[in-house]
């Protein structure tokens, strides 16, 4: 298993605990994934913490109703990143989730530095607008949120008669604000990946849109507070401290999110490598210390109450939470026996879940397991981002053997479809006209298959091999491509599973019963979401940054 990142070879006892891309990517396990140490937002707040950051509410032009404009500045040595955030007033009846929604009750962009009065001027004409305005190569995101209402007027006059929050409200929502999204990369004009990727502090993938999430969920609480202490005058008060981290931020996610998993196959290979390596490196330990199954203990208390919390209405997650329930409370048993007293304790109850427990409680097994283990496995964080341009190019000098014979040994689940069967080509991948977005069209029965984008990798595969039985074994790929440009896409992919093997996911992405959830789910959980509520089998709402300490408790 080959990569290019150093740290993948430091532990060479892991090799033989591996899990192979056969058994990691299919989307029923990737639509079981949570949130681990090398999460995303977990990477950036342990880096933020180490490099002493500091923090600073740079601007409050907010009035007594809770509009105006509030900058949130982080700031280390000669670098800073501000959040410039905009509260509007919104009308009930145009407050929308919904992509082709135009306004929102606040709008965001992560700058970067410190704006002066010329660049708020600037921005004030243009966030608010999100795609309809224009921002700079100084602005790294942009992003828009709603807010959560109900829980957000209860917050507000509790707070106002001098009360906390009940708990029953605060937890069945779990945020004051839901995210409807947060764009970065260069999109809208924003700065491209490029400029910020050799900057340790953003180097790892969707670093900066995290943080600007991050800054986010402090504005939130501050505005719902001072909207309070205007409303409620000497009699209000604040948020407990411990009710403030039960508050995260929503986010709602559609298809717009899907095909990125299929679009960056170097890229999703090394977040998959590093999180197997890091439970491969756990399970590979001979002996638990004390210390360790202590940890290990208390994560498993920590979890059964978190899917106490977690609530869905969607009844395929539903059942999943049902059966966590029951799995965890048989895991937390399986502890408590003194299992984790023998050789390979950490292999030992992997391979017990596996034989007991559902995929949704092995994959939170896996989360729970790296915890105790930072000094481990938290260095493989610097390994999960890729250089994607590097890995484009197609060796024209492979022969159509070899190529077959990579299908053959890593491409076994493509070939076995028979895509001959109309349940096997049901859906088809497409962008919509007015928002340029994902979609996802019902082949025999919607118009547009024409159109269809080429995400089903699996299908090419399939054409490919069979185009290939044929011909002659030595040709070289160049001459063979020559005649057959078509292929150029899905030779590219094959060849790059020499060296990425869990490039690819191992799954029918047409076929009739396809979730897409399962692609957000995986996703998602990289960035370190929590309490995926599936409102379909095409977009969920989560929460992220729930229980994390706020910019003024980590960055002092």
């Known amino acids: 298993m080959s990569t290019s990142c150093s740290h993948h070879n430091t532990y060479p006892e892991a090799a033989s605990f591996r899990r192979t891309p056969e058994t990691v990517m299919k989307l029923s396990r990737m639509g079981s994934f949570h949130q681990t140490r090398l999460s995303f937002m977990r990477v950036l707040l342990r880096r933020l913490r180490q490099g002493q950051w500091k923090f600073k509410r740079s601007a409050w032009e907010i009035d007594d109703e809770g509009f105006g404009h509030a900058v949130y500045t982080i700031y280390h040595l000669d670098q800073s990143y501000s959040l410039v955030a905009f509260s509007h007033e919104l009308p009930d009846h145009m407050r929308s989730d919904r992509v082709i929604a135009t306004a929102w009750d606040a709008t965001f962009t992560l700058f970067d530095g410190i704006p002066e009065s010329a660049d708020i001027e600037r921005l004030s004409a243009n966030v608010p607008k999100q795609e309809a305005g224009r921002v700079s190569d100084n602005e790294l995101s942009l992003s828009r949120a709603n807010r959560s ?22 937890e069945s929502v779990g945020y004051l604000v839901r995210t409807t999204a947060v764009y970065g990369s260069g999109k809208f004009g924003a700065a491209d990946r490029v400029a910020i990727s050799d ?14 999430v991050w800054l986010i969920r402090a504005f939130s609480i501050d505005l719902v507070e001072h909207i309070a202490k205007q409303k409620g005058g000497s009699d209000a008060t604040v948020l407990d401290p411990a009710i403030r981290r039960r508050i995260g931020v929503g986010n709602s996610t559609g298809l717009g999110m899907a095909p990125f998993l299929v679009n960056h196959p170097t890229l999703i290979n090394n977040w998959m490598m590093a999180r197997e390596e890091a439970f491969a490196r756990v399970r590979s330990r001979e002996s638990a210390s004390v210390s360790e199954i202590a940890e290990f203990r208390t994560e498993l208390r920590n979890a059964a109450n978190h899917v106490s919390q977690w609530q869905s209405d969607h009844p395929l997650q539903r059942e999943k939470l049902s059966a ?7 895991l937390r048993a399986y502890a408590r026996e003194g299992n984790l007293n023998q050789n390979y304790p950490w292999d030992h109850c992997y391979r017990w879940c596996e034989q007991h427990l559902s995929v949704e409680a092995q994959e939170y ?3 729970m ?15 999960m981002d890729a250089d994607e341009h590097f890995h484009f190019h197609i060796n024209g000098e492979m022969t159509l053997g070899e190529v077959r014979s990579i299908i053959e040994n890593q491409c076994q689940w493509a070939t076995a479809i028979d895509f001959e069967n109309p349940e096997n080509r049901a859906r088809f991948w497409y962008t919509s006209a007015e928002k340029l977005e994902p979609r996802l069209g019902e082949r025999f029965k919607e118009p547009g298959s024409e159109y269809e984008q080429p995400l089903c990798i699996g299908y090419y595969i399939s054409k490919l091999a069979q185009s ?8 070289r790929i160049s001459d063979f491509l020559l005649e057959n440009p078509q292929f150029r896409h899905t030779i590219r992919r094959v060849q790059n599973l020499q060296s990425h093997p869990f490039a690819e996911i191992q799954d029918n992405l047409i076929a009739k019963e396809m979730l897409p959830i399962d692609l957000l789910r995986c996703k998602l959980s990289f960035f370190g979401a929590t309490k995926f509520d599936p409102r379909s089998d095409r977009w969920v709402r989560i929460c992220m940054y729930q229980n994390a300490p706020y910019p003024h408790e980590l960055l002092t």
Request: hydrophobic residues 40%; proline residues 6%; glycine residues 6%.
């Open 149 to 170: 209402v109900r829980l957000w007027n209860h917050v507000i006059d509790s707070l106002a008669a001098g009360a906390q929050p009940g708990m029953e409200q605060l």
């Open 199 to 212: 900057r340790r502090e953003l180097c790892s993938p969707f670093q900066a849109e995290l943080l600007s």
């Open 324 to 330: 966590l329930k029951r799995d965890l409370e048989s």
């Open 365 to 367: 097994c896996l989360s």
């Open 369 to 383: 397991m790296l915890e105790p283990f930072g000094h481990v496995v938290d260095e493989l964080a610097e390994c």
């Open 468 to 475: 290939l039985r044929e011909q002659p074994g030595h040709i």
